[in-house]
T-cell receptor, first 110, second 113 residues
Framework: AQRVTQPEKLLSVFKGAPVELKCNYS??????LFWYVQYSRQRLQLLLR??SRESIKGFTADLNKGETSFHLKKPFAQEEDSAMYYC????????????FGQGTRLTINP | KAGVTQTPRYLIKTRGQQVTLSCSPI?????VSWYQQTPGQGLQFLFE???????NKGNFPGRFSGRQFSNSRSEMNVSTLELGDSALYLC????????????FGQGTRLTVV
């Protein structure tokens, strides 16, 4: 079954510390993976997609097909990174059917 | 450009009633998808419409239905409401081909009493 697992519901780190939000997926095909972020009282928005291999707001994510993981990383956390983060897998290339993980609430402590 | 717009933002309905939610996608986007968000189940895919045709469907009962108009606007209908239908319903639009980046609306908060 296609599934996305985010093992940590809550993650708290200090400002300036490294951050890693874990995401594991289960999918038999070639995965199309995304990280979405939801800041307080804002809509869900795309942070990263694996295919572009870009860095947004200092965050990067590498697809590891061997470990079926797509962990989100940032070397130095900032207070404005506090938000809810969702890992998502698109089941149909060219179409849209996103399977989301349960989300990780990241809190950056000053 | 204007983002995805969902109306209404809040709704309170009684068990057994039916409800219609509306979603206006970003101009030029032909795909509209709907998701249900609850504290227990998280974000779950309901269905996707592309060029007025349902292209993908999630695992929800037939009480949940939708449609898309020629201008790409979409509506979602839930009939015979149950208490468990209380949720935030999110709509997302995308180009529908090639790039599948989804842009989400603010959602409609439905409360069934």
């Amino acid at each position: 079954a296609q599934r996305v697992t985010q093992p940590e519901k809550l993650l708290s780190v200090f400002k300036g510390a490294p951050v890693e939000l874990k995401c594991n997926y289960s999918y038999s095909g070639s995965p199309e993976l995304f990280w979405y972020v939801q800041y307080s009282r804002q809509r869900l928005q795309l942070l990263l997609r694996h295919i572009s291999r870009e860095s947004i707001k200092g965050f990067t994510a590498d697809l590891n097909k061997g470990e079926t993981s797509f962990h989100l990383k940032k070397p130095f956390a900032q207070e404005e990174d506090s938000a809810m983060y969702y890992c998502a897998l698109n089941l149909y290339q060219g179409a849209q059917k996103l399977v989301f993980g349960q989300g990780t609430r990241l809190t950056i402590n000053p | 450009k204007a983002g995805v717009t969902q109306t209404p933002r809040y709704l309170i309905k009684t068990r057994g009633q039916q409800v219609t939610l509306s979603c206006s996608p970003i101009s030029g986007h032909r795909s509209v998808s709907w998701y249900q968000q609850t504290p227990g189940q998280g974000l779950q895919f309901l269905f996707e419409y592309f060029s007025e045709t349902q292209r993908n469907k999630g695992n929800f009962p037939g009480r949940f239905s939708g449609r898309q108009f020629s201008n790409s606007r979409s509506e979602m209908n839930v009939s015979t409401l149950e208490l468990g239908d209380s949720a935030l319903y999110l709509c997302a639009s995308s180009l529908g081909a090639g790039l599948t980046e989804a842009f989400f609306g603010q959602g409609t908060r439905l409360t069934v009493v």
